[in-house]
């Protein structure tokens, strides 16, 4: 039961270059989020998609573009990386919006913009 | 603006006795609280929650309590054991009625170490 797998763990990245995080769900669920985690700080939400073909900003979208194809893949795009991009990235599903269906997270990517 | 608020980075307690960890949040359309844990490189996973129609949710060795009218709540957890020891996240939404209806805006994080 793998649940919300992210792609890679690590990645280091120059500034200016662009890359996909991936993240992929096995539990047919239609609701995905991408969040970002600052040092210190809590999660942040970048953009979640409410099923295949519908997405939607978060509360710190600009830098960053999702699509979502299919129920189970929701990748996160940088197209032109920043050093204020350095963060831990999670994604998450759930089976609804409602929070009281809390939501399942990956194991995170660390990214480093140098 | 920082809607919800875990005041205290850290938390160091013996095995044993009770951890509790605070959160104080500002916005009054979030009806729902939860709790996730974090372990070093894995994801959040969620540990508790509680509706604002109630001021207090157990759930073995955990419990949340709620006092809406100071909008604050804590986790207590008893008794402690290290294993506990991770980083927790309080997290509030808005089941209905309000833009942030169904998303989690959460707090800062505890981490909370808890010695043998």
């Known amino acids: 039961n793998a649940g919300v797998t992210q792609t890679p763990k690590f990645r280091i990245l120059k500034i200016g270059q662009s890359m996909t995080l991936q993240c992929a769900q096995d539990m047919n669920h239609n609701y995905m989020y991408w969040y970002r985690q600052d040092p210190g700080m809590g999660l942040k939400l970048i953009y979640y998609s409410v099923g295949a073909g519908i997405t939607d900003k978060g509360e710190v979208p600009n830098g960053y573009n999702v699509s979502r194809s299919t129920t189970e893949d929701f990748p996160l795009r940088l197209e032109l990386a920043a050093p204020s991009q350095t963060s831990v990235y999670f994604c998450?599903?759930?089976?609804?919006?409602?929070?009281?269906?809390?939501?399942?997270f990956g194991d995170g990517t660390r990214l480093s913009i140098l | 603006d920082q809607q919800v608020k875990q005041n205290s980075p850290s938390l160091s307690v013996q095995e044993g006795r009770i951890s509790i960890l605070n959160c104080d949040y500002t916005?009054?359309?979030?009806?729902?609280f939860l709790w996730y844990k974090k372990y070093p490189a894995e994801g959040p996973t969620f540990l508790i929650s509680?509706?604002?129609?109630?001021d207090k949710n157990e759930d073995g060795r955990f419990t949340v309590f709620l006092n809406k009218s100071a909008k604050h709540l804590s986790l207590h957890i008893v008794p402690s054991q290290p294993g506990d020891s991770a980083v927790y996240f309080c997290a509030a939404s808005a089941l209905q009625g309000s833009s942030n209806t169904g998303k989690l805006i959460f707090g800062q994080g505890t981490t909370l170490q808890v010695k043998p």
């Open positions: 509680i509706s604002s129609i109630k």
């Open positions: 998450a599903s759930s089976p609804t919006m409602s929070a009281n269906q809390p939501q399942h």
């Open positions: 916005n009054s359309m979030f009806d729902y």
